[in-house]
């Protein structure tokens, strides 16, 4: 899995931004500024550490009131749940940012935020729900949402990369109601128990 990584990493690195743009300008996004991608149900953030850590920054928040692990994952031998990369906090069905109709942690927002409703995948350019598309796009614009698209989608790969280096495998077992948790990512392992993060 990592050597298809370091190919899908060379193979990023060979996108054209010109020819991201001229895509992104002829579906068209203007940002309506109405929070649907903030609120409801779908609402998920994946963020990575160094983007965890500037949220932290701005905010003065404890990591585990800015970020918590996703609900899937699997249970190990010895009951402790196991799962990949951090989510947002959410407060019931939106980002627990999304604070009086605007995103209290705008300049320090994940890429995934800052380039939503585009991503790539195997280098090609995708689209999420949003009634913005369709919208009006400054070739400037565009341009600037190419180079982040492209920045987001190396980044994610590396990050991947360096979680597959660091992950350690364990022996399945049955789910059980516990209070242990093993978050893994590019940094290794993050253990929370009765709630509280140990390392
Ligand atoms: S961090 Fe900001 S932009 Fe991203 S989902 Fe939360 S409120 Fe929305």
Redesign the pocket.
């Given at each position: 899995m990592i050597a298809q990584l370091n190919e899908a990493f060379l193979a990023a690195k060979k996108i054209n931004p010109t020819k991201l743009a001229a895509q992104i300008r002829e579906l068209g996004f203007h940002c309506l500024q109405c929070g649907e991608?903030?609120r409801g149900e779908d609402?998920s953030?994946v963020v990575f550490p160094q983007e965890i850590r500037q949220i932290l920054i701005a905010t003065g928040l404890p990591w585990l009131e800015v970020v918590g692990p996703p609900e899937e994952g699997e249970w190990d031998k010895d009951g402790c749940f196991h799962t990949l990369e951090w989510r947002?906090k959410k407060e019931g069905e939106s980002?627990r940012?999304?604070q009086n109709g605007r995103?209290s942690?705008?300049r320090d927002?994940?890429m995934l935020?800052r380039t939503y409703p585009f991503y790539l995948d195997n280098c090609e350019l995708m689209c999420s729900e949003c009634r913005g598309l369709g919208g009006k796009i400054t070739s400037g614009e565009a341009d600037k949402m190419a180079e982040k698209l492209i920045m987001r989608y190396l980044f994610e790969i590396q990050e991947a990369i360096a979680l597959l280096q660091r992950y350690r495998d364990f022996e399945r077992g049955e789910a059980k109601k516990g209070d242990r948790c093993i978050v893994h990512d590019s940094e290794g392992e993050h253990r929370i128990v009765g709630g509280a993060l140990l390392e």
């Open positions: 991608c903030c609402n953030v947002l980002c940012f999304y995103c942690v705008y927002r994940p935020c």
